[in-house]
């Protein structure tokens, strides 16, 4: 057969195409199952990263089984509506209007029983969407912890935002002021918030991602302003 | 098996040939991933495994390629094997999958990798074809690994991800160099090796 011919080019091309494609077709099938439970997982580790519970690799999901209690989706109203929190995604969640939105809440229980808190908030850095978890005592009000997360913000400027000694920064802080909801600033060093909020201080070199952590807690933590109120009136009877 | 061509196909590549600091190929993916160590690493082991496995595949079916599609076919078998490589790292290493996010998909655009297969495989036996691969991942897995070193090493003050600058240098008012992250320093840090390079060996000045 002629190698330069139109026909056998064509012919060749098809028989190419399918080959590889049945083989990558065969490839994805194989691993999806373990690239699901990968992507599951990473999600719990991140969700538990947030009440600082760190687990082995591998026993993640025991961990969650054990410190997550219980998750369901809150309205904005703050009441109890139908859902699975944890396949619940939040980048689609945020384009909603604030009334439709559904946000989930993950409640753990610690070793020593303190009951916590976990919303999950999202927002966007310099380059790309971030995201994160913020844990809240049962007064809540107070910050217990955070876990930040990103998908390509600058390697050692905005993606410090990922560091523990971040992220620690935000334990202890308040989100309400007078009563009111205020969420977290982060400031630059040397500077506070004017009305006398909590803030914590921002990475320097990487100015708009610290901006798009503050917004981000501002922006998803009102939702759950309702929700939160409702926990205050619970934890003073 | 190696005979003395072979070896010369094969070792060529790490210094007298080598495809980033001789012929200055594949420099984007230098400048993207070698901020850390280990991302580094596994840059380098996912090239070689691609370009190898490429070589010698372009190499069992050089002589049924039809010649005006031949880039075509090479780029679909590279963008197959980059697209396995993705999704075991995917399903086994998933925290560096994540690390490396874009840059493996990228590999596919890898100069070193078409570079090969038009001049190497296309006109040699599969053994052969497969050394020149191995030789020439390596070559370039060796580069990514001294620049990340040397970033990570200065830049944060690890290596792979465990602190080796000792927290008393800090307290004497050590700093990290933070421009050692960003990619422009990964541009020098070649430039540094290819005139430490240049300086040993006689054969590669210009005259």
Redesign the interface.
């Known amino acids: 057969m002629n190698k330069q011919s139109n026909t056998y080019t064509i012919l060749y091309s098809v028989i190419l195409v399918v080959v590889v494609g049945v083989l990558l077709a065969v490839t994805y099938m194989a691993l999806k199952p373990k690239q699901d439970e990968n992507i599951a997982n990473d999600k719990r580790q991140q969700i538990l990263s947030a009440v600082h519970v760190a687990s082995a690799e591998g026993d993640v999901k025991s961990a969650y089984n054990k410190y997550i209690v219980e998750s369901y989706v809150v309205n904005a109203d703050g009441d109890k509506t139908a859902g699975d929190a944890f396949s619940i995604n939040m980048a689609s969640e945020i384009k909603k209007p604030a009334g439709e939105r559904q946000l989930p809440v993950f409640v753990c229980r610690l070793d020593n029983g303190e009951l916590k808190y976990i919303l999950p908030v999202y927002g966007a850095g310099l380059w790309g969407p971030i995201w994160g978890y913020v844990a809240v005592d049962a007064d809540g009000d107070t910050v217990y912890g955070a876990y930040f997360s990103h998908q390509g913000e600058t390697p050692g400027l905005g993606a410090e935002i990922s560091t523990k000694s971040f992220q620690a920064q935000f334990e202890g802080k308040k989100l309400y002021k007078d009563g009111k909801f205020r969420s977290v600033d982060v400031m630059k060093s040397g500077q506070k918030p004017v009305d006398g909020a909590d803030y914590v201080n921002a990475i320097s070199g990487g100015t708009i991602t610290s901006k798009g952590v503050q917004a981000m807690l501002a922006d998803c933590l009102v939702d759950y302003s309702p929700f939160l109120k409702k926990i205050q009136v619970e934890s003073s009877k | 098996m190696l005979s003395k061509k072979n070896k010369g196909i094969l070792f060529n590549p790490l210094s007298k040939n080598n495809p980033v600091v001789v012929q200055v190929l594949g420099i984007c993916s230098v400048l993207a991933v070698t901020?850390?160590l280990e991302p580094a690493l596994v840059m380098g082991i996912s090239v070689i495994a691609v370009l190898a496995f490429s070589n010698v595949i372009i190499s069992l079916i050089r002589n049924?390629?039809?010649?005006?599609?031949r880039i075509?076919?090479q780029l679909?078998?590279v963008a197959?094997l980059v697209?396995?490589v993705d999704?075991?790292l995917?399903?086994?290493t998933?925290e560096v999958s994540?690390a490396l996010?874009v840059f493996i998909g990228l590999i596919i655009t890898n100069c070193i990798l078409m570079g090969r297969l038009e001049a190497f495989a296309l006109s040699n036996k599969p053994w052969p074809a497969f050394l020149d691969g191995v030789g020439n991942g390596l070559g370039y897995a060796i580069i990514l690994v001294i620049v990340g070193f040397f970033r990570e090493l200065l830049?944060?003050g690890s290596l792979m991800g465990c602190k080796v600058i000792p927290q008393s240098f800090y307290d004497m008012g050590y700093m990290d160099n933070?421009l050692m992250?960003?990619p422009p320093m990964a541009l020098i840090t070649v430039a540094c090796i290819i005139w430490v390079q240049r300086s040993r060996d006689k054969d590669l000045q210009e005259k």
């Open positions: 901020a850390k049924t390629i039809p010649n005006n599609i075509i076919v679909v078998v197959a697209i396995i999704q075991i995917k399903a086994y998933y994540k996010s830049g944060s933070g992250i960003l």
